[in-house]
T-cell receptor, first 114, second 117 residues
């Protein structure tokens, strides 16, 4: 079945450690996105990528890094520079650049810093 | 700056009744898109319905309809005949710009809907 796969679903890390969240899609979508969700808040955009080997900062990119070496993959690294990394992370993708075109989301990764 | 506002943190509705979830938005761009997503406790975001700023008619998808009032900048979601499985968090979102360049979505803070038997 086509879709977006995020892993791991739950992740714990110690302060000062980098961690990478995986996002893979087999929908042949061009654009991919990373959002962060905190309790009581909506989703906030971290990074997005329209094509392979290109990506742009979103509203809260500090302390995060991404790569887009393959169309299917858009991993997110939460670095030690991110001051409050405990959150729910959602990856999404979208086909093409038309007017409508909703985002398709993965099931999310919940990161907890101990 | 673009902004989405959902003023209802939580709502209750009786099973089989209709419910309206409020959403207002602010943008100076004449071209924009409005989306509603459902987030059950599992965490994934499920797309429900879309309304383009130039669409003349309100969007409908099964039991979901979007009450689009452009002059008031509101895009309320109406769920008819509520079911227990409708209990979830609901997010209103707006696409910035003309859709082609980035298609970033900005989200409201959500409304938690609880359907009571």
């Amino acid at each position: 079945d086509g879709g977006i796969t995020q892993s791991p679903k739950y992740l714990f890390r110690k302060e000062g450690q980098n961690v990478t969240l995986s996002c893979e899609q087999n929908l042949n979508h061009d654009a991919m996105y990373w959002y962060r969700q905190d309790p009581g808040q909506g989703l906030r955009l971290i990074y997005y990528s329209q094509i392979v080997n290109d990506f742009q900062k979103g509203d809260i990119a500090e302390g995060y890094s991404v790569s887009r070496e393959k169309k299917e993959s858009f991993p997110l690294t939460v670095t030690s520079a991110q001051k409050n990394p405990t959150a729910f992370y959602l990856c999404a993708s979208r086909f093409g650049s038309g007017e409508a075109g909703e985002l398709f989301f993965g099931e999310g990764s919940r990161l907890t810093v101990l | 700056a673009q902004k989405i506002t959902q003023t209802q943190p939580g709502m209750f509705v009786q099973e089989k009744e209709a419910v309206t979830l409020d959403c207002t938005y602010d943008t100076s761009d004449p071209s924009y898109g409005l989306f509603w997503y459902k987030q059950p406790s599992s965490g994934e975001m499920i797309f429900l319905i879309y309304q383009g700023s130039y669409d003349q008619q309100n969007a409908t998808e099964g039991r979901y309809s979007l009450n689009f009032q452009k002059a008031r900048k509101s895009a309320n979601l109406v769920i008819s005949a509520s079911q227990l499985g409708d209990s979830a968090m609901y997010f209103c979102a707006m696409r910035e710009g003309h859709g082609g360049a980035t298609n970033k979505l900005i989200f409201g803070t959500g409304t938690l809907l609880a359907v009571q038997p």
